[in-house]
């Protein structure tokens, strides 16, 4: 059973930081490319940041450039996001998304979410 779990949510004051964490369970998890999304209440999800299976490509949503940071260990099956810099407009449940890649193709997993609350 595969099984995807964030952690690391919580709320923090603007300026502020925080690394979420997503360990991933039941599948070959360097076949896969890691996602993170978020969705902010009444708003689509968006995807934030993106790592290829291997780590060696990163591609981050405009709003989340230069301050976000997605990184992996393929040695423990987790994906990171570092997130330094928040803002108001970062609150959002944020999710962890698994893509198979190659002979894995088309497999697509999520995470439950992790709840991410920027104020002062």
């Known amino acids: 059973q595969v099984q995807l779990v964030e952690s690391g949510g919580d709320l923090v004051q603007p300026g502020g930081s925080l690394r979420l964490s997503c360990a991933a369970s039941?599948?070959?998890?360097?076949?896969?490319?890691m996602n993170w999304y978020r969705q902010a209440p009444g708003k689509e999800r968006e995807l934030v940041a993106a790592?290829?299976?291997?780590?060696?490509?990163?591609d981050y949503a405009d709003s989340v450039k230069g301050r976000f940071t997605i990184s992996r260990d393929n040695a423990i099956d987790t994906v990171y996001l570092q997130m330094n810099s928040l803002k108001s407009d970062d609150t959002a449940v944020y999710y962890c998304?698994?893509?198979?890649?190659?002979?894995?193709?088309?497999?697509?997993?999520w995470g439950q979410g992790t709840q991410v609350t920027v104020s002062s």
């Open positions: 039941g599948l070959t998890f360097s076949m896969f490319a």
């Open positions: 998304n698994a893509q198979g890649q190659r002979g894995y193709r088309g497999l697509n997993y």
């Open positions: 790592i290829t299976s291997t780590g060696r490509s990163t």
